[in-house]
């Protein structure tokens, strides 16, 4: 919860990451997506189904549509309060580089019998590599 932010400023070898649609509802995502010809997947994810996640969305929404602005105030007050407290409180995780890319991360991998550090991109690159192989 530390490191959500609508601004990640470059550090560790980790370039600068902005996320400029934090402040918008996933209505009005939805909304700019459709006008600007963006695809995408309407459907629910099916593994959705019975997750916890769902009944927080759910609660969310009614808090919204009882009192619009309750997600927007509620992400703002984390950034203004929280947001200090869970970093300062997150233990620092180290990063390596990867071994195929030289990325940092803190992902590991069994590599030949041995754990290295693997990045997410590289370790689904080798999966996917691994099965069109087959």
Known sequence: LGRFYPVLE????LARKVKPLTFCSEYETLAYA????IEYYPKKC???HGATSQVYKH???????EMPGTKLWFVEGFFRTAREKFRAEEPATPREKCVFCGYPTTRREIIDGEEKPVCSFCALKRRLQKHAGK
């Open 10 to 13: 470059e550090e560790d070898g």
């Open 46 to 48: 099916r593994f959705a």
């Open 34 to 37: 459709h006008f600007v010809g």
């Open 59 to 65: 609660i969310l929404n009614e808090l919204e549509m």
